[in-house]
């Protein structure tokens, strides 16, 4: 066992996993974190915790990955190459370490212009797949990057983002195959709406085999509105959402677009299961998470699996 | 070159408010090429100011001159220029930031009977190219350890937003950057020449992490060339 998470041991037992997603207050409003995770608990496996998601300053993902364990949920906690140089990083993965946090996710972070703080310096003194390869050597080599041996135990169980919607799309299994070669051991892709092209994408992932050297978990997002449909497809880059599927949305008519959107991304869930390669769902249900749970019971996942 | 740009009309005369003998230098090398600091540019503020002054009734003296090169002793050394520096209470410079510190030190040093204030008059912007008639771009970071070798002539450290050894992130669309629908995504230059090279496959192993003492994080940087010193 890398890190003996419940994530590891549920992808090592062949499980379908779920994982959700939690972003923490713009401050230190801990009942938000509380009620999130509650809507949360025993619906995924494991939680996503965002880092200063789209660069607007949140409460730290470590503090709140934290909270999430005290609330007896699993954290997956996000970090990005955005805002801290590998001191700080190696210094902050001991912290979460000790804390308890043995899953994380490796990114690059969204350019700080995105953000309400837009004046700010960036870091990336290193990327997020030299990340990976960093967390690597702390856990299997228990060591530093510049070679110094670790006191204590280190283990992390490690993640990556992989946007198969990006461009150019010739080249995004190379990337997905530099994170596998820095030593990934799981991945949660964008979220996936252009079914045509994710499976293109999923044949060229199992032609490489790359699907047999990490877990590969496809990411969702369930659509609420037909406004936040197309202001996805517009605005997000690396989203393509193709028009029938707004035009679903559409079509469900006055009161029930919600619901229809739960019930595309449940077929969508479905869909996915049956891709080789896939070993869970990345649900990314954001300011929705009361939701969650009537999604993943659609979607025929529960009860979720125990480790033991 | 080093690109300049001019800083606003107002910026420059809350820089001069009281002062009453104002010289501008011009700086005959890169900032003339990109047109922000050159001999017409000293003209246009020259005239700009003496209208200022001349409509709020102040009886200030606007002198201009011009150095070849504002980093360069051997181009700063002239009598002519050295003397309206003398006569003038503030020296706006139009040189780069290089050239408003090398001026500040120059003239401080040959000029000992009273201390010469030189402010800038450009905003420092990049080091880059003039791509058409009035577009320049930035081209290099001096991160003091070139990698185009390997990334087929596109700097990924100046031209990535994010700097990335190991891009294209995945926020590359359509061949542009998440941060803005008029910046080319680095990445996908990279890989668009690497495969017109056929060296695809070079940029595939992961690139390992920088070392940026050779760039300004390693502190101020300075080269002593013993083979040039006498």
């Not at chain 1, 293109?200 to 490489?208: G, I, R, S, Y």
């Not at chain 1, 990314?284 to 025929?300: F, L, P, S, Y």
Request: net charge negative; proline share 4%.
């Amino acid at each position: 066992m890398k890190s003996g998470s419940n994530l590891e041991r549920l992808l090592e037992k062949g499980e379908f996993v779920v994982t959700g997603e939690l972003g923490p207050p713009k401050g230190t409003d801990v009942g938000v974190v509380r009620e999130k995770a509650s809507m949360l608990k025993d619906n995924v496996d494991a939680v996503n915790i965002t880092d200063n998601q789209t660069a607007i300053v949140r409460m730290s993902s470590i503090a709140a990955a934290r909270i999430l364990i005290d609330e007896g949920l699993e954290p997956n906690m996000q970090m990005v190459a955005r805002d801290r140089n590998r001191i700080a990083m190696m210094s902050d993965l001991f912290g979460a370490n000790a804390l308890g946090i043995r899953n994380m996710l490796c990114l690059s972070g969204d350019h700080q212009s995105f953000g309400n703080h837009p004046e700010a310096k960036n870091v990336f003194d290193i990327d997020s797949i030299q990340m990976i390869y960093m967390v690597k050597t702390m856990r299997d080599e228990h060591k530093v990057i510049c070679g110094d041996e670790i006191e204590g135990d280190f283990k992390m169980f490690i993640g990556a983002a992989c946007n198969p919607f990006a461009d150019p799309f010739r080249y995004r299994v190379h990337r997905l195959a530099k994170k596998v070669e820095a030593g990934v051991d799981f991945i949660q892709t964008q979220c996936i709406y252009d079914m045509k092209r994710f499976k293109e994408f999923m044949k060229q992932v199992v032609d490489m085999g790359l699907h047999e050297r990490c877990k590969i978990l496809a990411g969702v997002t369930p659509l609420k509105s037909v406004g936040m449909a197309r202001y996805m497809a517009a605005n997000v880059s690396g989203i393509i959402i193709p028009e029938e599927m707004i035009e679903r949305l559409k079509g469900a008519g006055k009161g029930n677009v919600a619901s229809e959107g739960m019930k595309i991304v449940s077929e969508q869930i479905q869909e996915l299961s049956e891709i080789e390669g896939i070993a869970g769902v990345h649900l990314m249900a954001i300011e929705w998470e009361h939701r969650v749970h009537e999604i993943v019971e659609m979607a025929g996942l529960l009860p979720r699996p125990k480790a033991e | 070159m080093i690109v300049g740009e001019r800083k606003p009309f107002s910026e420059i005369m809350s820089m001069v408010e009281g002062f009453s003998k104002i010289l501008i230098v011009g700086c005959g090398s890169c900032v003339t090429i990109c047109m922000a600091g050159g001999e017409e540019e000293v003209k246009i503020l020259g005239s700009q100011l003496r209208l200022a002054f001349q409509k709020n009734k102040k009886d200030i003296e606007v002198e201009e001159a011009m150095a070849l090169r504002q980093c360069d002793d051997e181009y700063m050394n002239d009598p002519v220029l050295i003397d309206k520096v003398e006569k003038a209470d503030i020296v706006i410079s139009m040189a780069c930031g290089v050239g408003v510190q090398y001026s500040t030190a120059f003239f401080n040093r040959i000029i000992t009977k009273k201390p010469i204030k030189v402010v800038p008059g450009l905003n420092t912007t990049f080091m880059g190219a003039n791509l058409d008639v009035g577009i320049w771009e930035e081209r290099c970071v001096g991160c003091g350890d070139c990698v185009l070798e390997k990334t087929g002539g596109i700097c990924p450290i100046t031209r990535c937003a994010k700097s990335l050894l190991n891009g294209p992130c995945g926020g590359s669309s359509n061949g542009k950057c998440e941060i803005s629908k008029d910046t080319d995504c680095a990445w996908h230059l990279i890989i668009e020449r690497l495969e017109a090279l056929g060296e695809l496959d070079r940029i595939k192993p992961v690139e390992m992490y920088k070392d940026w003492r050779p760039s300004h994080s390693g502190g101020p940087r300075k080269i002593i060339r013993e083979d040039m010193r006498i």
